[in-house]
């Protein structure tokens, strides 16, 4: 599909479908033709501009009809960004239904504020709203725009709002592909052509590299697979100047879990090859960094391996190393996220000398319990780099909520004979996960995001259809650009 940005109201002859996002008793300087009609509806109470609110009706110019489809945004008082993603994904989506192959968009956003120009969100929003996975499907869907025009200024907002979009279907595709074609090697050859593409420096180490560096935590849950693991190290060294302040990004990148010798249920085994929606999120998130040329410094981690059971597999009741040199007791491998995040932190800390460290996982269940599907669950140990992704996830709307950290959670995940255990108990799971990981990043400023609820979506979210949501690209970005 091709986005056109068009400097001037003038409708392209080839258009098809005229796309209209109003407000609620909103005036549109647009065409007297479009208006008549808008009027006309609005008279009859058939159209009010209440938001969700979606109709479709007729143009007709000289000898052709046109498709028109006017959405409502609600009050605009009451208008976001969010509302405007949602819109235009509706929008986006009946056109798709009604067979148009060229949509043109009239819009002012009337009532939108907010430090989101509008040519970034309605580029982000439409090419969310045309991802789809369909790359195992024999037969595709051929009912597909082919072109969608809206107007707009500002070049550079629309670039960004397309890199956004670009970078969190990678990591939908990502996500969304299954584990017998998305290996650790396959994951990390993938990103090394990203780096390619985009232009950032990347290091892969092969199992003896992640042996020799000490990750035995690591090494413990990839062991048992007869496909290998690889540890990717990312750079977009964009801030020359300040080569010291570097923000470390870690995914958790989990191909497949079966929980290994603590087996999960058949049907729990059924989605794990979306364990891996942190390395995505890094992934895409680096994509659109070094798209942009952010001005500063950013590394992603990844370390990407397989938990299966076999012969060689860790057992529970295991105690083991990581390169911090803390010892782990291991009650529970299926709680083997936490253990590669373990010494993934750590190496961003000790070999990449990171200034702060954000670690982005599919780590438990129990954030599901506590959140539901659409909220990440965020820990902080440090209040302006916690302030920070707030102020990201206000741009990308993406949900999160900060949970405590009390003293005595740290009790939980402590074992008589090692200095950690891999589960804690009582409860609070979401919690003691995280700051299990969090022992490892010693002094520095750290983030942990939990997405196991966020990252797939069983419902349709209007610009992001049922499946991998690429859930924290957009943030990740948002919160690279704030140290520019």
């Known amino acids: 599909m091709e986005l056109k940005m068009l400097l001037e109201k003038k409708i392209p002859p080839s258009v098809d479908a005229i796309g209209v996002l109003l407000t609620k008793g909103q005036e549109l300087d647009f065409s007297n033709s479009v208006s008549e009609i808008i009027d006309s509806l609005r008279e009859k109470e058939q159209f009010v501009g209440d938001a969700k609110e979606v109709l479709v009706t007729y143009i007709k110019d000289e000898d052709e009809y046109r498709k028109l489809i006017l959405v409502g945004l609600g009050e605009s008082e009451k208008l976001n960004t969010e509302k405007v993603r949602m819109a235009v994904g509706r929008l986006f989506n009946k056109a798709k239904k009604l067979k148009a192959k060229e949509l043109y968009i009239a819009s002012t956003l009337e009532g939108l504020t907010g430090d989101l120009k509008p040519e970034a969100l309605i580029a982000e929003s439409i090419l969310l709203a045309n991802y789809k996975f369909d790359k195992y499907l024999s037969k595709k869907d051929e009912s597909k725009l082919e072109v969608v025009n809206f107007v707009g200024q500002d070049e550079a907002a629309c670039e960004e709002g397309t890199a956004l979009a670009e970078a969190t279907n990678i990591a939908r595709e990502l996500t969304a592909t299954p584990s017998n074609d998305l290996t650790p090697v396959i994951l990390a050859d993938f990103a090394k052509e990203k780096a390619k593409e985009y232009g950032f420096d990347i290091d892969i180490f092969d199992e003896k590299k992640i042996q020799k560096l000490g990750m035995e935590a690591f090494w413990q849950v990839a062991k048992g697979s007869d496909n290998p693991p690889r540890f990717i190290v990312m750079r977009h060294m964009g801030d020359k100047k ?37 390395s995505a999120a890094v992934i895409g998130a680096m994509c659109a960094i070094s798209k942009q040329k952010l001005n500063t410094n950013v590394v992603a981690i990844v370390a990407a391996c397989e938990n299966i059971p076999s012969a060689r597999s860790y057992h529970p009741g295991d105690i083991i190393g990581s390169m911090s040199g803390k010892t782990i007791h291991v009650k529970n491998t299926d709680a083997e996220g936490r253990l590669t995040l373990a010494d993934a932190v750590y190496y961003a800390v000790k070999e990449e000398k990171a200034s702060r460290v954000l ?27 916690y302030q920070r992704l707030e102020n990201a996830s206000k741009l990308s709307d993406e949900m999160m909520w900060r949970l405590p950290m009390f003293d005595h959670f740290k009790e939980a995940y402590k074992h008589p004979e090692a200095d950690l255990n891999n589960t804690g108990e009582g409860g609070a799971g979401t919690i003691t996960g995280g700051m299990f990981v969090g022992e490892f990043v010693e002094d520095t400023p750290w983030l942990h995001l939990d997405i196991a609820g966020k990252s797939y979506t069983s419902k349709d979210l209007e610009y992001i259809g049922k499946g991998p949501t690429g859930v924290g690209v957009r943030s990740l970005y948002y919160l690279a650009k704030s140290y520019e």
């Not at 990004?249 to 929606?277: A, E, I, N, P």
């Open 359 to 385: 670690d982005i996982a599919t780590l438990t269940g129990a954030c599901i319990a506590a959140l539901g599907q659409r909220v990440t669950g965020v820990l902080a140990n440090d209040e302006d780099f």
């Open 242 to 278: 300040n080569k010291d302040d570097i923000t470390a990004l870690v995914g958790k990148g989990l191909t497949y879990d079966s929980g290994g010798l603590s087996l999960k249920t058949s049907d729990g085994m059924s989605t794990m090859k979306t364990d891996m929606g942190g």
